[in-house]
């Protein structure tokens, strides 16, 4: 017995070595990538406070359409990475480039959508020119779109293939281009035109060809990714609509969901519009801190997922049951250290976005209950990883739908505007609504995942 004790944590060391291995890259790039909206919104603000707000306005229509759709497309690295692991490599070429097929689809969809959001701008502000620029940026904006997704699709491969530097070392040079094409485009910098807030999404469009180049210029480049890089740029003949449809009918739900969870979190924010500029402010920079705690759970989620769909598509029960136990470990030990950090340091964090002490005061209460979900929040995104990894994604969508918009957004109207419950709370009763939204998610995953971790390794 404590041979096999000694063994079991052998395996959760060498897969904890892997988990970090994986997310650290990850980590990095989806920091950097909230680094990018950080410098939109600064040179946007540099140049006038209407610029600001179109931009702001700009991105309440594209940043949830642009990552609902592009959700789609994460399925494919635990695909193919099930696929390594199921000595299958020789279908890789298949699957990536029926992902292209579909990121062309889907490229059309959004593109539409895009459209159909920037329509509504006039019906929202009463400020023709507020209305005409935010337009004007998601009309340049909507030029990002194939690169976006076409880079999901390469950068689904790397991942499949557990390699995640890459993703992190094109983000860093998107970051360091943004700043710079941000000032061109927005305040007229070197020759261009200035294009004030609209610039922003000329530079975002700039940013992300460039960098789509750079990553499948790496994928050709690569002496072990040569061959797949050119079975994707090609077409095949046979097989491609029923991997598209395997691809839709598992990634579907993760955009669905990803929607779901970006417009429950908005529409709570219109909720508390009427409280007054106080408590939106104070709500944002709430909004804002999550979001960035976020990228942590978000990052193991992708590396368990890809580390999982491995061990799956191998079956090997055993290293996947101490991916398992090293993952949650982790997750908690992270929760509890950055509930820890950010309520010790939660004025500092605040200082970075305001000094009014009247909106520290609220924010401060609200970074709290932000602190505290974490988490709620870390265990819904590792186990929705898990459930990835194991093709599982349906219960995804039905969970968001479900403990959002029937539990979560009726709960938030009520603690926030009356006194049915508890006397109105304003925006701290957002952040209570969350948390039990979080919390149900989190215990529906759980379960799911018990049940389908028994089925999944059955299958041959």
């Known amino acids: 017995m404590p041979a096999l004790i000694k063994s079991s944590r052998k395996l959760e060391g060498r897969e904890l070595k892997r988990i970090l291995v994986l997310m650290g890259p990850l980590y990095l790039a989806n920091l950097m990538s909230v680094g990018m909206g950080v410098i ?22 594209t940043v949830p359409i642009m990552v609902s759709v592009g959700a789609i497309l994460n399925i494919i690295s635990p695909m193919l990475a099930r696929l390594l692991g199921a000595g299958r490599e020789s279908r890789v070429g298949l699957l990536l480039n029926s992902a292209k097929l579909l990121s062309l689809a889907l490229m059309l969809v959004e593109l539409v959508l895009l459209y159909l959001g920037s329509l509504v701008f006039p019906c929202i502000t009463d400020s023709a020119q507020m209305a005409h620029e935010a337009a004007l940026y998601v009309y340049f904006l909507m030029g990002a ?10 950068q689904g491969c790397w991942e499949g293939y557990a390699q995640t530097r890459p993703a992190m070392v094109v983000c860093l040079l998107g970051l360091v281009l943004n700043v710079p094409l941000n000032y061109a485009c927005v305040l007229g910098w070197w020759g261009f035109p200035a294009l004030g807030g609209a610039g922003c999404g000329l530079a975002t469009t700039i940013v992300h060809w460039l960098m789509c180049a750079v990553l499948l210029g790496m994928q050709v480049a690569s002496h072990r990714h040569r061959r797949v890089a050119l079975q994707m740029l090609g077409f095949r003949r046979y097989g491609r609509v029923g991997v598209v449809r395997r691809i839709v009918r598992l990634g579907l739900p993760l955009g669905v969901a990803s929607l779901c969870e970006m417009s429950y979190f908005c529409v709570v924010t219109l909720v508390i519009a009427p409280l007054g500029e106080l408590m939106v402010s104070a709500q944002q920079i709430a909004i804002n801190v999550s979001g960035v705690l976020f990228m942590f759970p978000l990052s193991l989620s992708v590396a368990v997922s890809i580390r999982g769909a491995y061990h799956v598509g191998a079956q090997n029960e055993r290293r996947f049951s101490a991916l398992v136990r090293a993952a949650v470990r982790l997750m908690y030990v992270a929760a509890a250290f950055l509930m820890l950090a950010v309520i010790y340091w939660r004025y500092g964090i605040i200082s970075f976005y305001t000094d009014d002490p009247t909106v520290t005061a609220t924010a401060a209460k609200l970074v709290v209950l932000c602190a505290v979900y974490q988490f709620s929040d870390g265990t819904q995104a590792l186990m929705a990883g898990l459930l990835r990894a194991c ?16 539990l979560g957004f009726p709960l938030s109207v009520i603690l926030i505007r009356t006194d049915w419950l508890w006397p109105a709370m304003g925006p701290q009763g957002a952040w209570w609504s969350f948390i039990v939204s979080l919390t149900a998610i989190a215990a529906i995953f759980v379960l799911r995942f018990r049940a389908t971790a028994r089925k999944v390794f059955l299958r041959t």
């Not at 040179?43 to 309440?60: I, K, N, R």
């Not at 599982?392 to 403990?403: L, S, Y």
């Open 391 to 406: 093709h599982d994604t349906a219960v995804i969508t039905w969970a968001n739908i479900g403990c959002y918009w029937m």
């Open 40 to 61: 939109d919104t600064m040179v946007a603000g540099s140049a006038g406070t209407g610029d600001l707000a179109a931009v702001a306005l700009g991105t309440s229509v």
């Open 145 to 154: 779109v194939p690169a976006s997704l076409l880079m999901r699709v390469v």
